[in-house]
């Protein structure tokens, strides 16, 4: 199987774009698609400061490694949530690659943060533990990035993750979620803009594209997210997609194409968490500090 667009031997095939890519096209394509996204959305110039919030996965470090590859100012936030074992190992992927690179990597515990890593709040509150994880992750990037000056915080969802999102969203047909549902979220008082950079890229092209450029990433997935509703919608999708190519990326472009016809998501009035100081819907103590509290009340293990 040759390239489409030279004569080496092609190592991936995409039906959804009809092309068959060897190393080098196959890194010039993903490096393209991501610029595509940051343009055509506006998402950061190459005079402002980003933030990468890496997980240790092929995803944000990939993503670290086009931003810097492309001339943006990227540094990383790693957060390790206290989940033994899969922490310490995506910890590990994340460090290395920033040492072997010269980049720099802020690193947060959530167990110092909250009191308690990600298994001990699972294991104490009820509810599902990724709506607590996903929680704590969005406060903590935030705040770290109000904290460093950035400008933008960039997060590595790729098409897989957006076209399994928006299937969520759509089959509930939640349209606060729906208008949420969007590459880039403008910043706000005490809220730094976020963006997702890699919406455009498979995951397959992810993989691929790691291991062209020597990017070693953790595999394992992350134990509580075992049965997830998530991991069901992306196989669906995978299925669809063997059957129908293009599947996902029609899905998620015609999506965005119709986005600005959905009703403005409603203007929620933000306070002054009175602990931390954040800005929440709520009344009283932002979420973040409502499950600090509770993991303080805790009897012990
Ligand atoms: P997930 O919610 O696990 O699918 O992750 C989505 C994105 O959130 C990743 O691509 C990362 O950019 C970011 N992320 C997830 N977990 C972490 C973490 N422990 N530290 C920093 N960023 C993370
Ligand atoms: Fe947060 Fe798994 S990564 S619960
Ligand atoms: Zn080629
Ligand atoms: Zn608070």
């Known amino acids: 199987m040759r390239c489409t667009f030279c004569e080496n031997r092609a190592v991936l095939r995409l039906r959804h774009a009809n092309l068959r890519l060897c190393p080098e096209h196959l890194v010039?394509?993903?490096?393209?698609?991501?610029?595509?996204?940051?343009?055509?959305?506006?998402?950061?110039?190459?005079?402002?400061?980003?933030?990468v919030a890496v997980s240790g996965g092929k995803d944000s470090l990939g993503l670290w490694q086009i931003l810097t590859n492309l001339g943006y100012r990227a540094d990383g936030l790693y957060m390790d949530l206290g989940i033994a074992g899969y922490s310490v190992r995506s910890r590990e992927f994340c460090e290395e690659f920033a040492r072997e690179r010269g980049l720099t990597l802020?690193?947060?515990?959530?167990?110092?943060?909250?009191g308690a890593g990600l298994d001990e709040i699972a294991r104490v509150l009820r509810g599902e533990?990724?709506?607590?994880?996903?929680?704590?992750?969005?406060?903590?990037?935030?705040?770290?990035?109000?904290?460093?000056?950035?400008?933008a915080l960039a997060t590595g969802h790729n098409l897989d993750d957006e076209a399994a999102t928006?299937?969520?969203?759509?089959?509930?047909?939640?349209?606060?979620?729906?208008g949420r549902q969007y590459p880039v979220l403008p910043a706000g008082r005490k809220l730094v803009r976020k963006v997702k950079p890699l919406i455009y890229v498979s995951e397959r092209e992810m993989v691929a594209y790691c291991l062209i450029r020597g990017i070693r990433y953790i595999y394992e997935e992350c134990p509580h997210s075992v049965g997830a509703r998530s991991?069901?919608?992306?196989?669906?999708?995978?299925?669809?997609?063997?059957?129908y190519p293009s599947t996902k990326i029609t899905f998620l472009k015609s999506f965005l194409r119709v986005h600005p016809l959905l009703p403005a998501p409603e203007e929620v009035e933000l306070r002054d968490c009175p602990v931390c100081g954040m800005p929440t819907a709520a009344e009283g103590p932002c979420r973040f500090c409502r499950i600090k509290e509770r993991m303080a009340q805790r009897a012990p293990a």
């Open 28 to 51: 010039a394509r993903v490096e393209k698609e991501a610029q595509r996204a940051i343009r055509e959305f506006r998402m950061f110039t190459p005079q402002e400061k980003i933030l």
């Open 106 to 114: 802020h690193v947060l515990r959530v167990e110092e943060e909250v």
């Open 129 to 151: 533990p990724c709506s607590h994880c996903g929680a704590i992750k969005r406060y903590l990037m935030n705040r770290a990035a109000l904290a460093g000056g950035y400008d």
């Open 166 to 178: 928006l299937l969520g969203n759509a089959l509930r047909w939640d349209l606060e979620y729906l």
């Open 231 to 243: 991991l069901f919608l992306k196989d669906i999708l995978n299925r669809l997609e063997d059957q």
